[in-house]
């Protein structure tokens, strides 16, 4: 066998991981993955080991449920064929190998950095002279917006090449918000340190970056978490879906000047996310997710306020999205905007929203459940026109869906175990994966550890690391001043895609 | 048109009427209170994520502490987090809570500067510059100004370009990355000019604190006129904080 078939959220012993020669290596992945539609790279990364590089490749199959995982030793300075001439869906993990580990490949077709990582081999590269694409036309000019934006948002540079008003080229340039977090995951030993990291990955899917965190965890010290914990995460996944869903609405209604959309959804969210203050005492959900246990049961009561919450919002969600969605100056600034290709969304292997919005159905809780996800019959939202349009769409549709989800959860509150045992402690020589569908889409956590059970490795990838691809595909050909709505309608993560 | 009449009359009374005394509602973790009970101080101090709690007496550092709660559910008889939302101030050592102290913290009138008084009572214009913050603080910055919070009655606006501002809110550890275009960000800002941290990772650094990718060099080279805790902020910790930095020097 070229490879190891695991489930999600699966520990196996590192030496199980079959190691094939770079060859072989690339060309069975290569194959599983060109062959297979239902295939796709969840995660592709490299760690130093007897000073070779390791490369893991995890590949997972969305009609057997399992995650293929194969590997091979390569050698710094070394030129390598790439995966990326075949599939550009390995452009960025290409790119960051190359840039944390100085592995060449001599048919990429441009292996710039991906973040200006502190512990990158090459430190005369800075951010501030990142080799942008550039163009030398009398008639074509150039626009660059960022890091800084004018909102409150998270810092990345936007460089455009535009003919009059029309986009040609948009090249996104991340790297700003790099804080080191997969490095702190091995110097930081103690596990409330390490939860405080995964809650601090991205603010915005502070549940599905810690879910992925303790699934990983727990996984790693043999701790089955009890139908109590189970149910808080799913819930608390659905309920995160909604609040952001409905930011993410009011922040398009602002980018289309539509003052009642933007305040009313700007509103509603408001109620959610004091829901979870009421739940565990912050807004934003930190403190919620622990790894083998929970400091916040959900009791009859929160689930009686929860049933008033969704009782006050469905009226007045329904209302606007029925306005917003009927009204022909919306609709002309959503309809055809940011349009993606169903065979871009395949060659840059997007996912989450990002994916379903146009013909992709690639969605964890359906193809790799975790938690009580097995138990709900999902049917994930898939649209077909990759528009700015669907990608609004999407989001009212999956918050009814979500409310759906957990008011049938609520209906059969698990008991919570008083009785719970102590972690035990990380298995020895031990590769883990933990799989989640955030709001976002495919959240992947790989874990390594060492003889003594100390975390060796630890690789964070959010959804974001590919999506940020398909908005620069997008905006193409759209009028600059499209950007704003374009941009909102996907809401991908800096702090996410940068560490 | 009637359609938006109608989900317009539907929201009813949306904004907070009184920013300054309203509850918070649920189990919010604000200003904590620290009892003199006799505990196993060393695993007390162990349990801190961030290294917030120093010992003999018990203090905990607001500008480090991540609200987690861990401590007061470990040790419910030492330390108990009250729902005092107004935890922000200009004095970095009125954020180290000591052991029996129960008493607002409150910014240090005479550490307002006397222009902050003069030319911002009425209105400040704020420009945001994310450094490495995860999102959260930047979210709840954006809820300030939403019709609930609704800072904009208090003439407190955030805007696009620094130059049009009165002072920067910086979020995040600050990374390496970001040093420069902050420091940038700065310099375009007008004087006079205030800033303010906003979070425990722009105070502290908090769980980034010794991460080789962070360049906090700006905050040695610059005086910080208001310090906001929490993980993220609250809208209304930052609200009241910014209010009593433009309203309170007294003489």
């Known amino acids: 066998m070229d490879y190891i078939s695991i489930k999600n959220n699966a520990s196996i012993p590192l030496s199980s991981i079959p190691v094939l020669e770079y060859d072989t290596f690339l060309a069975s992945n290569l194959y599983d993955l060109m062959n297979e539609t239902q295939n796709h790279c969840v995660n592709y990364y490299g760690y130093p080991e007897n000073g070779k590089i390791r490369l893991i490749c995890c590949i997972a199959s969305d009609d057997t449920h399992v995650i293929n995982v194969s590997s091979t030793y390569v050698v710094p300075g070394i030129s390598y064929p790439s995966f990326t001439a075949h599939l550009l869906a390995f452009e960025k993990f290409e790119r960051e190998i190359h840039e944390n580990f100085d592995i060449s490949y001599s048919d990429h077709p441009w292996l710039k950095p991906v973040r200006y990582s502190y512990n990158r081999i090459d430190n005369t590269k800075t951010i501030a002279n990142y080799p942008f694409y550039g163009i030398s036309s009398e008639e074509l000019h150039e626009v660059g917006v960022g890091p800084i934006h004018a909102g409150i948002i998270e810092p990345g540079h936007f460089r455009f090449i535009c003919n009059g008003e029309q986009i040609l080229h948009l090249e996104i340039q991340l790297g700003y918000q790099h804080r080191g977090i997969e490095q702190l995951f091995l110097k930081k030993k103690n596990l409330l340190q390490r939860t405080t990291l995964a809650e601090s990955i991205t603010g915005d899917t502070v549940v599905g970056h810690t879910t992925a965190f303790v699934n990983l965890w727990e996984s790693l010290c043999g701790f089955q978490p009890d139908r109590d914990l189970q149910f808080s995460r799913t819930l608390a996944l659905e309920l995160e879906r909604v609040a952001i869903h409905t930011g993410d609405l009011s922040g398009i209604c602002t980018d289309i000047a539509y003052q009642l959309g933007s305040s009313v959804f700007g509103r509603l969210r408001t109620p959610i996310i004091n829901y979870f203050q009421q739940w565990c005492g912050n807004r934003l959900s930190k403190s919620l997710i622990r790894a083998g246990k929970t400091n916040f049961p959900f009791t009859q009561d929160l689930a009686r306020t929860l049933t008033k919450v969704f009782e006050a919002y469905e009226p007045d969600f329904n209302e606007m999205c029925k306005e917003l969605f009927r009204m022909p100056s919306a609709l002309s600034r959503f309809e055809k905007t940011g349009v993606v290709s169903e065979a871009d969304v395949r060659k840059i292997g997007t996912v989450g929203l990002s994916a379903r919005m146009n013909g992709v159905c690639r969605d964890i809780r359906l193809t790799h459940p975790h938690d009580l996800y097995s138990e709900i019959p999902h049917q994930p939202i898939v649209k077909h026109h990759g528009d700015v349009y669907s990608r609004a769409q999407m989001r009212r549709q999956e918050i009814g869906q979500s409310i759906g989800y957990i008011r049938n959860l609520m209906e059969n509150l698990p008991a919570v175990n008083t009785n719970r045992p102590a972690l035990a402690s990380p298995k020895t020589n031990t590769f883990a994966i933990s799989l989640v569908e955030g709001w976002r889409g495919e959240i992947c956590h790989c874990a390594i550890t060492d003889e003594k059970g100390e975390l060796m490795h630890y690789k964070i990838k959010d959804p974001s690391f590919h999506n940020w691809l398909a908005l620069a595909i997008a905006v193409r050909n759209n009028e600059i001043s499209d950007f704003p709505i374009s941009n909102k309608s996907f809401d991908l993560s800096y702090s996410g895609h940068d560490l | ?251």
Do not use: W
């Not at chain 2, 510059?129 to 939403?146: I, K, M, Q, T």
């Not at chain 2, 009165?166 to 800002?189: F, H, K, S």
């Not at chain 2, 906003?198 to 990718?213: H, K, L, M, W, Y």
């Open chain 2, 1 to 251: 048109m009637l359609n938006n009449l109608k989900i317009l009359y539907h929201q009813g009374k949306q904004y907070i009427p009184d920013v300054t005394k309203v509850n918070v509602p649920g189990i919010f973790r604000g200003r904590p209170i620290i009892t003199k009970a006799q505990v196993d101080e060393e695993k007390l101090i162990n349990i801190c994520p961030t290294g917030a709690i120093t010992a003999s007496p018990i203090f905990i550092d607001l500008g480090c502490c991540t609200f987690c709660g861990e401590c007061a559910i470990a040790f419910p008889d030492k330390i108990r987090f009250t729902t005092d939302y107004k935890i922000a101030t200009n004095d970095r050592n009125a954020l180290i809570v000591q052991q029996g102290q129960d008493f607002p913290i409150e910014l240090n009138p005479k550490l307002i500067r006397k222009e902050i008084h003069e030319m911002f009572n009425g209105s400040l214009k704020l420009r945001q510059v994310s450094a490495g913050g995860d999102n959260s603080c930047e979210l709840e910055l954006n809820a300030c100004s939403n019709v609930n919070f609704d800072m904009g009655r208090f003439g407190i606006e955030f805007v696009a370009s620094p130059r049009h501002a009165d002072g920067i809110v910086i979020t995040g550890p600050i990374t390496e990355n970001m040093a420069e275009p902050l420091q940038i960000c700065y310099d375009a800002t007008p004087d006079p000019k205030i800033i303010i941290l906003a979070g425990v990772d722009a105070i502290s650094g908090g769980i980034f604190a010794d991460s080789p990718a962070l360049n906090r060099t700006f905050l040695k080279r610059n005086k910080i006129d208001l310090y906001v805790p929490g993980n993220p902020i609250h809208p209304l910790t930052f609200i009241n904080g910014v209010l009593s930095l433009i309203r309170e020097r007294k003489g």
